[in-house]
């Protein structure tokens, strides 16, 4: 009796354990066979709190939480960032870290051209005048302009790039290699319709295998306000992805890390919604790490330098859980830390 009851027991256990990468559906909302998220988001957004709460357009744009999942036997990353993509044509972009001691740490603008040029744009290179001409400094040199520079640690080999606009209300995707000494292939992957405001949609790349969808339902989250930015906890939708390992050059057993920010709709200005959060009250880093702006090609994100930026602006596959159960832990980011007393000292005052 007790043997069978074990048996019948570890049946449907079994079952549940096999198919719970088959029940990642690309359809922006977060399955529970994600897990635990790998970061939160504790910054309000600096590129308006979506409040529409329906499918397809929204009118702001946050980055939630993040959750990440390898699924080697199917030979797929899936990854999932709930909050909002603005249907204002704004961007995500998207690096992944997948083959140790491989990739740019600092972004080059000799990549592949995608989504006119959008991934160089945010890379290192010589200063352009008006003309297209070098522009040299005091000594007869030419300027050179930084690339966007991600943590010590962290070396891009992949980039994902998606966006969402127009009517009926379509997102699109590019993707390119970032390999260590530049060049390498890029591709535009497709669009996805949506049937209307309430409808769902997928990005089905027959080419390199990429599917993406996104819901831009949530209207909870983080806060458009720094002074009570709230929390990205809990939010189940969002823009959900599935990637084939292959792409990415895994090795089978490394960390995948993910560096992730919504950026304007020239790739040339970086909001404050990044993950791993920046700190508490953060605005907008925009081109210069501090809400100004430059544009131009390349260097356009000539400022924006994570590294300099406390905590890790990326997540990973073995990191630790965030939005966990932690006495003290008022943010969700897994751990007590600065962030915890600077929403403690935001909320100084009588309580309700
Ligand atoms: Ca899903
Ligand atoms: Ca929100
Ligand atoms: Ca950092």
């Not at 709190?49 to 699924?71: F, H, P, Q």
């Not at 200005?269 to 210069?288: E, I, K, P, R």
């Amino acid at each position: 009796m007790k043997l069978s009851l074990i048996a019948s027991l570890a049946a449907p256990v079994m079952i549940c354990c096999a198919s719970t990468m088959a029940q990642l559906t690309i359809d922006g909302t977060c399955e529970a066979g994600y897990g635990n998220p790998k970061a939160s988001q504790v910054v309000h957004t600096g590129f308006g709190n979506a409040t529409d709460g329906v499918n397809s357009y929204a009118n702001g744009s946050e980055l939630d939480a993040a959750y990440i999942k390898i699924d080697a036997a199917n030979g797929y990353l899936y990854v999932f960032m709930s909050g909002n993509l603005e249907s204002n044509f704004n961007k995500l972009d998207m690096f992944i870290d997948s083959v140790p001691g491989e990739g740019q740490n600092e972004l080059r603008s000799d990549n592949a051209d995608i989504d006119y040029n959008g991934l160089n744009t945010m890379g290192r290179g010589p200063a352009l005048d008006a003309a297209g001409a070098p522009i040299l400094d005091s000594q007869g040199n030419p300027v050179i302009y930084n690339g966007l520079k991600f943590d010590d640690g962290f070396a891009a080999d992949f980039c994902l790039m998606t966006t969402l606009g127009g009517n009926p209300v379509t997102q699109y995707a590019n993707i390119a290699q970032v390999l260590t000494n530049g060049g390498g292939v890029g591709a535009f992957i497709g669009s996805g319709a949506f049937s209307g405001p309430t409808g769902v949609n997928l990005l089905d790349d027959q080419v390199y295998g990429c599917q993406l969808s996104i819901s831009n339902a949530n209207i909870g989250g983080v806060s458009g306000d720094s002074a009570n930015p709230g929390s990205g906890c809990g939010v189940v939708t969002g823009i959900e992805m599935k990637i084939p390992l292959v792409l990415l050059a895994w090795d089978g057993a490394s960390d995948i890390k993910v560096c992730a920010f919504i950026n304007g709709n020239g790739h040339n200005y970086v909001s404050n919604q990044v993950l791993g959060s920046l700190a508490v009250g953060t605005g907008n880093l925009g081109g210069d790490g501090a809400g100004g702006y430059f544009g131009g090609f390349p260097g356009a994100l000539r400022g924006v330098n994570f590294a300099s930026i406390p905590g890790d602006q990326y997540f990973s596959v073995f990191g630790p859980d965030a939005c966990g159960f932690c006495y003290g832990d008022l943010d969700g980011s897994g751990e007590v830390d600065s962030g915890d007393v600077s929403l403690c000292l935001l909320s100084t005052g009588p309580c309700q």
